[in-house]
């Protein structure tokens, strides 16, 4: 699969990536990775490596929470290298009423149009477990 352009890596990131997992649609979400994929939460000092154990990831994390919300973008594509970096405001509110929000920056290669790997930086806790 040739390289994706400008609008097609912040397409896979901002309504792909970001629009399936507040909606809570596991499938559609896991269809964005490779199945080797790495998702590293820096901050937490964890990586879940391959597609089962990032499907056993978003399972538990859409389980969490009655509203997850990401949006507020400030994206810096590279299409040369298949990268991109975002900046973010994350949301998430609880089944018992709290909110939660958070400033996050990640960061996405891309192999064959597919996530081959994401790091992520927090300034909250990590839900991601």
Not at 12 to 37: P, T
Not at 58 to 70: E, L
Request: aromatic content about 14%; glycine content about 6%; proline content about 2%.
């Amino acid at each position: 699969m040739p390289n994706l352009n400008s609008i097609q890596l912040r397409d896979m990131v901002e309504a792909k990536y970001f629009g399936n997992v507040d909606n809570k649609f596991l499938e559609s979400v896991a269809e964005c990775f490779h199945s080797d994929a790495n998702f590293t939460i820096q901050t937490a000092n964890l990586t879940h490596s391959g597609i089962a154990e990032i499907r056993r990831m978003f399972t538990g994390f859409f389980q969490g929470y009655r509203k997850i919300w990401h949006g507020d973008f400030q994206p810096v594509i590279d299409v040369e290298r298949q990268t991109v970096a975002v900046q973010f405001v994350a949301t998430r509110d609880t089944f018992d009423g709290e909110h939660q929000r958070a400033n996050n920056c990640n960061f996405f290669r891309f192999e064959d149009g597919k996530i081959k790997s994401v790091t992520i930086y927090m300034s909250d806790e990590n839900p991601l477990v």
